[in-house]
């Protein structure tokens, strides 16, 4: 690409989502997040061209902010859907942190009409949902962070609440709760949920960071050091 207009004109191909000034300003203020757009603009521009509703383009939104947020941290490089070109389901970024250390982010943005602010339980109903569809797209074998972007306040309780409900269920060997949602047994969520080395949580007050103590590999305090301080970079 010559010029980021030139950049920019092929990503969106006549397209101007809500965002797009927010994502041109991106490019033009991260000269790291401008070599992942030119290097990725294909993939972008495909993702975009996929999309069918507003829902959707916030969805491919928050994927590209986390990016964005991510490459604050000098020390971290990123792989876009790099299981997507094996053929297998994955994370959609994987990290490399000081050249050694990899790891995976999965993005998954809470919608507003996902959370009542005034049912809790209808809250924690939504939260267990999210969470046993996508502690089975964990490989083996890698520290994978769950990135939760949250349009309405989600509270750390929330958060603490839903993931102990969920690791009771199993403990208590409720079958049903994990066949209804594709497990084979509870044994076999735990065995998934044992991927999940931590959840990110991103909202307009803040990030918070829920560490899963039963992960068979637990984020270094490295990484989450430097996850907690993106905002302020």
């Given at each position: 690409?010559?010029?980021?207009?030139?950049?920019?004109?092929?990503?969106?191909?006549?397209?101007?989502?809500?965002?797009?000034?927010?994502?041109?300003?991106?490019?033009?203020?991260?000269?790291?997040?401008?070599?992942?757009?030119?290097?990725?603009?294909?993939?972008?521009?495909?993702?975009?061209?996929?999309?069918?509703?507003?829902?959707?383009?916030?969805?491919?939104?928050?994927?590209?902010?986390?990016?964005?947020?991510?490459?604050?941290?000098?020390?971290?490089?990123?792989?876009?859907?790099?299981?997507?070109?094996?053929?297998?389901?994955?994370?959609?970024?994987?990290?490399?942190?000081?050249?050694?250390?990899?790891?995976?982010?999965?993005v998954r943005?809470?919608?507003?009409?996902?959370?009542?602010?005034?049912?809790?339980?209808?809250?924690?109903?939504?939260?267990?949902?999210?969470?046993?569809?996508?502690?089975?797209?964990?490989?083996?074998?890698?520290?994978?962070?769950?990135?939760?972007?949250?349009?309405?306040?989600?509270?750390?309780?929330?958060?603490?609440?839903?993931?102990?409900?969920?690791?009771?269920?199993?403990?208590?060997?409720?079958?049903?709760?994990?066949?209804?949602?594709?497990?084979?047994?509870?044994?076999?969520?735990?065995?998934?949920?044992?991927?999940?080395?931590?959840?990110?949580?991103?909202?307009?007050t803040g990030?918070?960071?829920?560490?899963?103590?039963?992960?068979?590999?637990?984020?270094?305090?490295?990484?989450?050091?430097?996850?907690?301080?993106?905002?302020?970079?």
């Open positions: 690409m010559s010029t980021l207009d030139e950049l920019f004109a092929y990503i969106f191909e006549g397209m101007s989502p809500a965002f797009r000034p927010e994502f041109e300003g991106w490019v033009r203020e991260s000269r790291r997040f401008r070599a992942f757009a030119i290097s990725y603009r294909s993939k972008i521009r495909a993702k975009l061209k996929n999309v069918r509703d507003e829902a959707g383009m916030s969805d491919v939104r928050a994927e590209l902010e986390t990016a964005m947020l991510l490459l604050r941290e000098e020390r971290f490089t990123l792989e876009y859907e790099k299981y997507t070109a094996a053929r297998q389901r994955g994370p959609d970024y994987t990290v490399t942190f000081k050249t050694h250390t990899p790891f995976n982010v999965e943005r809470i919608r507003t009409i996902e959370v009542d602010e005034k049912d809790s339980n209808a809250t924690l109903v939504k939260l267990m949902a999210v969470l046993c569809d996508k502690v089975g797209q964990m490989p083996p074998s890698i520290i994978n962070l769950l990135w939760l972007t949250a349009e309405r306040e989600i509270s750390e309780e929330d958060l603490t609440r839903t993931v102990l409900t969920l690791r009771q269920l199993a403990e208590r060997k409720v079958e049903e709760f994990f066949t209804r949602r594709g497990f084979e047994s509870a044994a076999d969520f735990l065995k998934q949920y044992r991927q999940l080395s931590g959840i990110v949580l991103r909202e307009a990030t918070v960071v829920w560490l899963n103590a039963l992960a068979r590999h637990a984020a270094p305090p490295e990484i989450i050091n430097a996850i907690r301080r993106l905002e302020r970079a």
